[in-house]
C-alpha cells in the first residue's frame, strides 16, 4: 500500500542520527520506489540554517547516483518577531518576546529563493508548538487552546507557496485523548484550504503507532485522513524517521504499523501518492 516516504531526518538535524548512507541503503532493501530527505529548519538562526546547507551539501554529494530520493525541508511555523530578531542577530542572545493582545504573525525559516539555491525541491511544514503567545506557561495551555492554536497554524502552512505538504497534522505536544473533541467545523476548513492550494496532507506513522495513543484514537485519526482522502486531497506517507531506534542509527520500516488502521478506513493500494512533478519547486 505504501512506497515512498516523505518525510526523514538525517544526522544533518540536530536531533536526528540517521546517516545518509544507511537510509539510502536500507529504502533499496525496504523496496521504496521514492523518498525524500526532510531535515529540521525549524528556525533563521545561524545553527539551523548551517543544518540545512550541510543536508544539501550530503544530498548533492549522492544524487547522481540515487534518481530515487528527492531534497525537501522540514519546516516549523515561527513567531513573526522571533524570525525578525534572528534575520538581524543571528541567535538568541538578547531577545526578549514582548506580549500583545493578538496572536503574532507567522514565518518560516527560508524563502523561495533560498530553497531553490539550496537545491530544495519541496517542504513539509508542520505544527510543533505554540507561536501565538510570549509565554504558553502564563495562558491557558489547556488542549482546547492548543487546538485553536495548531488549526491557526496549520491553515497558515497549507496556504503558503512554500509549503508541499501539510506534515503530522493535529500532532500536539499535550494531545487529546479523544480526536472527535476536534470540531469538525475545522476539519473542514483545513480541507477546503488544503485543496485550494492543491497541497498534501501527511499520514505520519507515529499518530498510528505511538504507545500513548489509544486504540480508538489511531481509528479516528486514520479515519480523519481517509475523510481528507475523500474530499481529493492527495495522501501522502511519512515515517519522521530520526534514526534514533536501537543500538545503532537505522531506518526501520514501520509502515504496517499503520496498514490495519489505515485498511479499516477504507484505504487501499493505489490511495498513497508520491509526488508529483508539478508539486515541486524545479
Known amino acids: 500500500m505504501i512506497h515512498s516516504d516523505w518525510h526523514i531526518h538525517t544526522d544533518a538535524s540536530y ?3 540517521l546517516p545518509l548512507e544507511t537510509l539510502i541503503r536500507r529504502t533499496r532493501e525496504q523496496g521504496l520506489r521514492r523518498f525524500g530527505v526532510t531535515d529540521h529548519a525549524n528556525f533563521n538562526d545561524t545553527g539551523f540554517m548551517e543544518n540545512i546547507r550541510r543536508s544539501a551539501e550530503n544530498y548533492r554529494a549522492v544524487a547522481e547516483t540515487t534518481p530515487e530520493m528527492i531534497l525537501g525541508v522540514e519546516f516549523t511555523p515561527i513567531a513573526k518577531p522571533e524570525y525578525e530578531y534572528l534575520a538581524v542577530h543571528g541567535n538568541w542572545e538578547g531577545f526578549v518576546p514582548v506580549p500583545q493582545e493578538k496572536p503574532y504573525d507567522i514565518e518560516i525559516a527560508l524563502t523561495l529563493d533560498e ?3 539550496l537545491g530544495i525541491r519541496y517542504s513539509v ?3 510543533h508548538w505554540r507561536t501565538d503567545v510570549a509565554d504558553p506557561k502564563s495562558v491557558d495551555n489547556g488542549p482546547d487552546a ?3 492554536e495548531w488549526f491557526r497554524q496549520q491553515m497558515w502552512l497549507a496556504a503558503d507557496p512554500r509549503v508541499t505538504i501539510l506534515g503530522h497534522p493535529w500532532l500536539c505536544s499535550r494531545g487529546w485523548d479523544d480526536f472527535s473533541r476536534i470540531p469538525r467545523s475545522m476539519h473542514d476548513e483545513l480541507g477546503a484550504n488544503l485543496l485550494e492550494h492543491g497541497k498534501y496532507i501527511e499520514c505520519n506513522v507515529n499518530m498510528l503507532n505511538d504507545p ?6 489511531r481509528h479516528q485519526y486514520a479515519e480523519f485522513l ?8 492527495p ?3 511519512g515515517s519522521d524517521c530520526h534514526g534514533r531506534e536501537g543500538d545503532s542509527p537505522d531506518y526501520p520500516d514501520h509502515r504496517a504499523d499503520g496498514v490495519p488502521y489505515l485498511e479499516a478506513a477504507g484505504f487501499r493500494e493505489g490511495d498513497f501518492s508520491e509526488l508529483s512533478p508539478d508539486k515541486l519547486l524545479f
Not at 212 to 217: A, D, H, M, Q
Not at 228 to 233: A, D, K, N, S
Request: proline fraction near 0%; aromatic fraction near 10%.
Open 226 to 233: 481517509r475523510g481528507m482522502f475523500e474530499r481529493g486531497i
Open 235 to 237: 495522501v501522502t506517507y
Open 212 to 217: 500513548g495513543l489509544s486504540e480508538k484514537y
Open 15 to 17: 536531533d536526528a542520527k
Open 115 to 117: 530553497m531553490r539555491a
Open 146 to 148: 492548543q487546538m485553536r
Open 125 to 127: 511544514g508542520a505544527s
